[in-house]
């Protein structure tokens, strides 16, 4: 669809189209048009007495022709020498020729010209319009004095002077008015190009503080800007260190000045502003002069300051001062605290920046740095290395079955584990060491001017301290360690492949170890393998965290797929499945609901019973989580996940399956599923008894469930393994 067009500007009134058009005059060009107005009154002068001649009965016609050729001259010599046609003394003397010419052409044909008179109104306005109003008052009060000379010449002189003296009445009023109306408007062409030039500075520094130009340039500028357009002698910008003191941090002075200069600290008590404003918190200014600024600044100076505000905390402020006898302009200080705010915003801004920088490289849950802070470190630490042929070394320490805890303890109180370990970590850190959380449940350790066989016990001081510690809730975890060295491994891309390597074989080799990276021995392993072990891991870690953030959406289902994982992973141990199989499916099982990161949340944390085409949309979870699992985990997998709410009796979703159709895995997880369903408080219903689950259970074997699923759970039952305790709060009546 085409936007729509922008909004026309409202029309004109002729007062605002005589403002913009004034606006646009400078001195030049109102003297190039005076110059032409000068010459045009001339030549319409002397064709008019040309007129007067041809058309008129009139006595000496001579004098007449005589008045209109020195007229028409005037207007060619004019047109011809720019000095005459537009000089302030060439339109003096055009004016004084003017008035001559029409008293000389009225007395000298005995008053037969007197339709010359009219043209004196064109001596009133010219001089009301482009002359300073003494010089015009001049020419106002000469054409009512000719006007009243020729008139006392006039035989009924009586009568002809009253005429003329209302004449001459009228000129001063005209002239009058239109010298106050061209002082109004000049008044507000000055506002306006003040008002302009003003909103084009205020641009200028809006430009660079939104371009993120450094503090110190933000204020270099102001203080410019502000300067200009204020006609200040200096400008500067003064930060608050104390209580009674202030820096020059940014500063524009006139050469030959010297007011502010940067990095100058002085006492605000001392000034003549500054400690107002800092008191007050608002603007000030100091018009009588002796009151210096700044102790050393010329004693004539008079000043105006601003306060910078940041987060409504006065940080210091914006001055300026000015030696001129007529001080500053009325308003200054007000007008300074528009700038000053912008100095506000570019401070903001640029703290701002500095905290998303360390939010960037700081990863939340541990406060350490993460993987790309990691990786920047590196680069600086190996160049480093490398130029004073120095040790480095990189240690990578995993937590073991780090999904197993969170099976275990639930993801917060998982996620208070690695909290833990990080500060342990930091905690056996040097000042020249780097801890930081390369992903996962895996952190890193550099060590800079440390061998491989120094940081091999580093390494093993660390393993054991965390097999040591005992977290919340009696947890014991155990650790793989990884390392490698600059020496042997002669590159950053290098080291962390060696180290990851080191790692991976120390997995693979029954964890809980240290091991350094030896390429006769880590090499026996295939390379390809390491490389799908370490980048599945990465994936199935990103896979869980989607996890969490669908169950996180909604309160009533948080943990909810680490429960059905253990509940999974119990049910595939009472069926017989070996410990591998077992793994998959407890793999499968975290990320079941990956695909409601799809369902939009109207529908997903609808409180009421859903309709059939919202019920629709909800069943497309199962197929969008297979495609989203596809190129993780295996095929298997990916069909536990897709089928894992079809039903033996075939009223199941996506496919419709029926019992003999499915595969075991995915009645585990469907049991699995509705068993944490039934069991688990959620915020709109109690749990349901251990027991009462159990009898709909099995009433509901060979239709919602399958029979394999069921004898596990009666397996689970009979073992002891489920709790048969009622909840507290059940009420069935509820």
């Known amino acids: 669809m085409d936007a729509a067009p922008p909004p026309a500007d409202p029309p004109l009134t002729p007062a605002r189209r005589i403002v913009r058009g004034l606006a646009a005059l400078d001195s030049t060009t109102e003297a190039r048009l005076a110059g032409r107005v000068n010459v045009t009154m001339f030549l319409g002068g002397g064709l008019a007495g040309i007129g007067l001649v041809v058309l008129g009965d009139i006595r000496h016609q001579g004098v007449l022709l005589a008045v209109a050729a020195i007229a028409i001259g005037w207007a060619l010599l004019a047109a011809l020498v720019p000095g005459v046609r537009r000089s302030p003394r060439g339109l003096t003397t055009s004016s004084t020729l003017g008035l001559a010419l029409i008293a000389a052409g009225y007395v000298g044909t005995e008053g037969d010209a007197v339709a010359l008179l009219p043209l004196l109104w064109f001596v009133v306005v010219f001089s009301a319009v482009f002359y300073p109003w003494r010089r015009a008052a001049v020419f106002i009060a000469g054409a009512a004095a000719v006007d009243l000379s020729v008139a006392a010449l006039e035989p009924a002189y009586d009568q002809q002077l009253s005429t003329a003296a209302i004449r001459a009445g009228t000129y001063v009023v005209v002239g009058a008015l239109a010298i106050l109306s061209r002082h109004v408007l000049l008044h507000l062409r000055d506002a306006q190009q003040r008002h302009g030039a003003e909103q084009a500075a205020l641009r200028r520094v809006a430009t660079a503080v939104a371009a993120g130009s450094p503090p110190k340039a933000i204020f270099t500028l102001v203080a410019a800007e502000v300067a ?307 980048e599945h891991e990465a994936a199935i870690a990103g896979l869980r965290a989607l996890a969490r953030a669908v169950d996180a959406k909604d309160s009533a289902t948080r943990e909810h797929a680490e429960r059905v994982a253990a509940m999974a992973t119990r049910l595939a141990a009472a069926r017989g499945w070996p410990e591998r199989r077992q793994a998959l499916l407890r793999e499968a099982a975290v990320v079941h609901d990956v695909g409601k990161i799809g369902i939009p949340d109207a529908i997903l944390l609808k409180p009421s019973r859903l309709t059939d085409s919202e019920f629709e949309v909800v069943k497309t979870h199962a197929e969008l989580g297979a495609r989203i699992v596809g190129d993780v985990l295996s095929p298997e997998q990916v069909e536990w996940i897709r089928r894992h709410h079809e039903r033996p009796d075939g009223r199941g979703y996506p496919a419709g399956l029926t019992g003999d159709e499915m595969e075991e895995g995915c009645g585990l997880l469907a049991l699995a599923d509705a068993w944490d369903a039934m069991t688990a408080p959620r915020s709109y219903s109690p749990p349901m008894p251990v027991d009462l689950a159990l009898q709909e259970i099995r009433a509901l074997r060979g239709q919602q469930f399958t029979a394999e699923a069921v004898e596990a759970l009666e397996a689970l039952a009979e073992a002891g393994e489920l709790p048969l305790d009622q909840p507290a709060g059940y009420n069935p009546a509820r």
């Open 228 to 534: 200009g357009i204020l006609h200040a002698d200096a400008c500067g910008v003064m930060r608050f260190r104390d209580e009674d003191h202030a820096e020059v941090v940014g500063a524009w002075n006139r050469p030959g000045v010297g007011f502010y200069a940067a990095g100058t600290v002085f006492r605000t008590s001392a000034s003549a502003t500054m400690g107002e404003v800092r008191r007050t918190g608002l603007p000030a200014r100091a018009d009588r002069a002796g009151d210096p600024e700044v102790p050393g600044m010329d004693p004539r100076s008079r000043a105006a300051s601003a306060p910078v505000l940041v987060a409504e905390r006065c940080w210091g402020a914006l001055g300026i001062t000015s030696v001129a006898p007529e001080g500053l302009p009325a308003g200054a200080e007000h007008r300074l605290a528009e700038f000053a705010a912008l100095i506000a915003t570019a401070i903001i801004n640029a703290d701002d920046r500095q905290r998303l920088l360390e939010l960037a490289a700081t990863d939340v849950l541990t406060g350490l740095p993460n993987r790309a802070a990691l990786a920047d470190r590196l680069e600086s630490e190996a160049a480093r290395a490398g130029r004073h042929r120095r040790a480095l070394s990189l240690v990578l320490v995993d937590v073991d079955r780090f999904a197993s805890v969170v099976d275990r303890v639930g993801s917060d109180a998982a996620d208070e584990v690695l909290a833990q370990v990080a500060r342990i970590l930091q905690g056996k850190a040097r000042a020249e060491d780097f801890v930081a959380r390369h992903g996962g449940d895996v952190f890193a350790f550099l060590l800079p001017e440390t061998t491989a066989e120094q940081a091999y016990g580093v390494a093993e001081r660390i393993r054991r301290r965390l097999g040591a510690e005992q977290f919340d809730g009696g947890l014991r975890i155990t650790a793989t360690v990884g390392l490698a060295d600059l020496a042997s491994s002669p590159s950053v891309d290098l080291l962390v492949r060696d180290a990851q390597r080191a790692l991976y074989w120390g997995k693979s080799h029954g964890r809980d170890i240290a091991w350094r990276y030896d390429p006769t021995v880590v090499g026996e392993l295939d390379a390809a393998e390491r490389q799908v072990g370490v």
